[in-house]
């Protein structure tokens, strides 16, 4: 079983702040994913990666896969309401076909 | 598109009550996942289809569980007879099956069993 660990768990700051939550694992991926997730909906798709040390930006969103394909993170810039959510990172491996890996997620508040 | 449509989005039922929970996949996708999600246990792939064809089911809990996929654009998770412990949200997502695998997900079903 290829587990993928999420880091904080929760977490509950400030609009304006900065943070970055982490996604973890001991296995080799060919791509990862982050979802967000909305409350009484199902998970959006963010961004995909695929290359080693690749980075990402979606507006104040920076997504970076590590050089070993191992794990991931998520940074949020001057964080804002509306990032309120849960977080999901998930993964795939050319063994696995379709299926997805996904981690527990973080649960981000973010206060105005 | 309108997206993974999902039916109904709330189901309250009694104990012992069968339960059908229904999924339209995006047009054209060949790949359709259920999942369950609860506070305790995260997100959990029950089953998933490659062409109306099920692939994997070793996620389902138990024999009371049951998916099926008649068509390239229907789906069903049937639960029977229901407990309380089978309140979650179901969740369906279908995929091109291309590239990276992006999932693309319904608004799920709340289901609460009493």
């Known amino acids: 079983t290829q587990l993928l660990e999420q880091s904080p768990q929760f977490l509950s700051i400030q609009e304006g702040e900065n943070l970055t939550v982490y996604c973890n694992s001991s296995s080799v991926f060919s791509s990862l994913q982050w979802y967000r997730q909305e409350p009484g909906e199902g998970p959006v798709l963010l961004v995909t990666v695929v290359t080693g040390g690749e980075v990402k930006k979606l507006k104040r969103l920076t997504f970076q896969f590590g050089d070993a394909r191992k794990d991931s993170s998520l940074h949020i810039t001057a964080a804002q309401p509306g990032d309120t959510g849960l977080y999901l990172c998930a993964a795939t491996n050319n063994n696995a076909g379709n299926m997805l890996t996904f981690g527990g997620g973080t649960r981000l508040m973010v206060k105005p | 598109d309108a997206g993974v449509i999902q039916s109904p989005r709330h189901e309250v039922t009694e104990m012992g009550q069968e339960v059908t929970l229904r999924c339209k996949p995006i047009?054209?996708?060949?790949?359709l996942f259920w999942y369950r999600q609860t506070m305790m246990r995260g997100l959990e792939l029950l089953i998933y289809f490659n062409n109306n064809v099920p692939i994997d089911d070793s996620g389902m809990p138990e024999d009371r569980f049951s998916a099926k996929m008649p068509n390239a654009s229907f789906s069903t998770l049937k639960i029977q007879p229901s407990e309380p412990r089978d309140s979650a949200v179901y969740f369906c997502?279908?995929?091109?099956?291309?590239?990276?695998?992006?999932?693309?997900f319904g608004p799920g079903t709340r289901l609460t069993v009493t």
């Open positions: 047009s054209g996708h060949d790949y």
């Open positions: 997502a279908s995929s091109s099956g291309t590239g990276t695998y992006e999932q693309y």
